[in-house]
C-alpha cells in the first residue's frame, strides 16, 4: 500500500473517530429526566403526607365505639302454664305478632264469674234505686218515718257502690284473659329465647326478650382534646369490624358527664382524692351517640359490634 493510501485511510479513520465524539442533542434530556421524576415523586409525597396528616389531626375519629340498642326484656303479668310458643331464638318478629301464650282457661272461668257478679249487682242496685224512690213518695203523706227513708237511700248508695265494684272486677278479669297473650312491643328479633312449652310463667319472670329493630345507635368514645370539632347533626362515617361497606350515621347528641372517681365520698360523706399525681395527663373519653342514618345492603347490625367513627367536622348532612 502506497503513501497516499495509508494517508487517505487514515483520514477517514479520524473523521469516524469525530462523529463518535460529537455529543448528540437527546444526551442532557437523558440526564435531566430522573432529576425531575425524583423531585415530582418528593412533591407529590409531600402533598400527600400533609393531606394524611391534616385528615388525622383535624378531622375527630376514633377507633373505641359500640354498636348499641333497646332490648325489651317480655315477663307475664299472669301466671300460668306455657300452651303455645309460636316463635324460635332469633326469629324477626314485627309488633302485634303473638309470642306466647299462658293457660286462658282459669282467666276465662273468672270473666264469666264477673259478668254474672255484674249482673246480679246491677238488678241489686236497681232494685234498692226502686225502693228509696218509692219511700221518698210515701214520706211526703208522712206514712213513714224519717230514719226509714235515710235507710232506704243508704241501701240504694251501696247497692250502686257494689254494682260500680263488681264491673270493676269483670274489667279487671277481661284484663288477665287477655295478658294471658304476650305480643311482640316492637319490631325486632327473638334473642336467648330459653322459655319451652310447657313451663310455667310466674308473674314478674322474665321469659323471653326482643332486640328492638327499630333503636340502633353506635356510642362512640372520643377524647376530651376532640370534643370542640364534634356537634350535634354533623355526619359520620362508621366502620363495623367485619364489614367493608361504611355505614353512614350522625352525632344526635354528647355525654354531659362520666364518673371522676375523685369525687366518691367515703363512709364519713369526705371526698377521696387519689394523692397520686402524674406530670402525664391522659386525656379522658366522653361518649357521643351516633344516630344510624343508613345502613348498607348485607351489612347486619349486632349489639355490641366493634366500630370505627369518623366525624366530618367540615359537611353536615
Do not use: C
Not at 435531566?32 to 378531622?59: C, D, H, Q, S
Not at 300452651?83 to 282457661?105: E, I, M, R, S, Y
Not at 357521643?288 to 349486632?302: A, N, T
Request: charged fraction near 20%.
Amino acid at each position: 500500500m502506497s503513501g497516499e493510501e495509508i494517508k487517505s485511510e487514515n483520514d477517514k479513520n479520524a473523521k469516524t473517530d469525530a462523529r463518535h465524539m460529537v455529543p448528540t442533542v437527546s444526551s442532557p434530556k437523558i440526564r435531566i429526566a430522573p432529576f425531575a421524576i425524583t423531585v415530582a415523586v418528593f412533591v407529590v409525597a409531600a402533598v400527600l403526607v400533609r393531606e394524611m396528616w391534616n385528615a388525622y389531626m383535624g378531622t375527630p375519629w376514633t377507633r373505641d365505639g359500640t354498636v348499641r340498642t333497646y332490648v325489651v326484656a317480655m315477663a307475664p303479668e299472669v301466671s300460668g302454664r306455657i300452651v303455645a310458643l309460636p316463635v324460635a331464638d332469633n326469629q324477626f318478629v314485627h309488633k302485634g305478632d303473638l309470642l306466647l301464650v299462658v293457660d286462658p282457661t282459669n282467666y276465662r272461668i273468672a270473666l264469666a264469674l264477673a259478668d254474672a257478679a255484674v249482673v246480679q249487682a246491677r238488678v241489686t242496685a236497681q232494685n234498692a234505686l226502686r225502693e228509696a224512690v218509692r219511700r221518698r213518695s210515701l214520706l211526703k203523706d208522712s206514712a213513714i218515718a224519717l230514719e226509714a227513708q235515710e235507710s232506704a237511700d243508704t241501701a240504694a248508695v251501696v247497692a250502686e257502690a257494689q254494682y260500680q265494684q263488681a264491673v270493676a272486677n269483670r274489667d279487671q278479669a277481661k284484663v288477665n284473659l287477655d295478658r294471658s297473650e304476650i305480643r311482640a312491643p316492637v319490631n325486632g328479633w327473638i334473642t336467648n329465647l330459653l322459655a319451652q312449652r310447657g313451663d310455667f310463667a310466674n308473674v314478674g319472670q322474665y321469659l323471653l326478650s326482643i332486640v328492638d329493630a327499630d333503636s340502633f345507635w353506635v356510642d362512640a368514645y372520643f377524647q376530651e382534646t376532640q370534643l370542640a370539632k364534634v356537634q350535634v347533626g354533623y355526619p359520620a362515617r362508621i366502620k363495623l369490624m367485619g364489614y367493608d361497606p361504611i355505614v353512614r350515621g350522625e352525632v344526635a347528641s354528647v355525654s354531659r358527664g362520666i364518673t371522676v372517681s375523685n369525687a366518691q365520698p367515703d363512709q364519713q360523706g369526705l371526698a377521696t382524692v387519689n394523692p397520686i399525681f402524674t406530670w402525664v395527663r391522659l386525656a379522658q373519653r366522653v361518649p357521643v351517640r351516633i344516630r344510624v342514618v343508613r345502613v348498607p345492603d348485607g351489612v347486619r347490625l349486632v349489639a355490641g359490634m366493634t366500630a370505627t367513627v369518623e366525624i366530618d367536622a367540615k359537611a353536615r348532612n
